[in-house]
């Protein structure tokens, strides 16, 4: 499996990104997919998921500003992320619900200034 995501910089508080996520090795389609973040100095954690029909959920402190897709005909996934907070800051990495991939990639890596 190989997962690359992107989109990532440096944004003003109350600014937009869009994040991407390239999914190549595996049958993307079937899988729940998430984005996961981790702060300095704390654990990874989900943010946001979307199953394998398009059913999505957010963690209380996204829900509302976020929003996840994905495309199954690229193997693509996507995090729309608006109004973003100086608590957004944070590497963002894509993988699988429940049991993740041991590869998690580089990452990208969300700044928000306040």
């Known amino acids: 499996v190989q997962l690359q995501a992107s989109g990532g910089g440096l944004v003003q508080a109350g600014g937009s990104l869009r994040l991407s996520c390239s999914a190549s090795?595996?049958?993307?389609?079937?899988?729940?997919m998430g984005w996961y973040r981790q702060a300095p100095g704390n654990q990874r954690v989900l943010v946001a998921s979307?199953?394998?029909?398009?059913?999505?959920n957010y963690s209380d402190s996204v829900q509302g500003r976020f929003t996840i897709s994905r495309d199954n005909v690229w193997r693509k996934l996507y995090l729309q992320m608006n109004s973003l907070q100086p608590e957004d800051t944070a590497v963002y990495y894509c993988?699988?619900?429940?049991?993740?991939?041991?590869?998690w990639g580089q990452g990208t890596q969300v700044t928000v200034s306040s």
């Open positions: 993988n699988r619900v429940g049991r993740t991939w041991d590869y």
């Open positions: 090795g595996i049958n993307f389609k079937i899988y729940a």
């Open positions: 979307i199953s394998s029909s398009g059913t999505s």
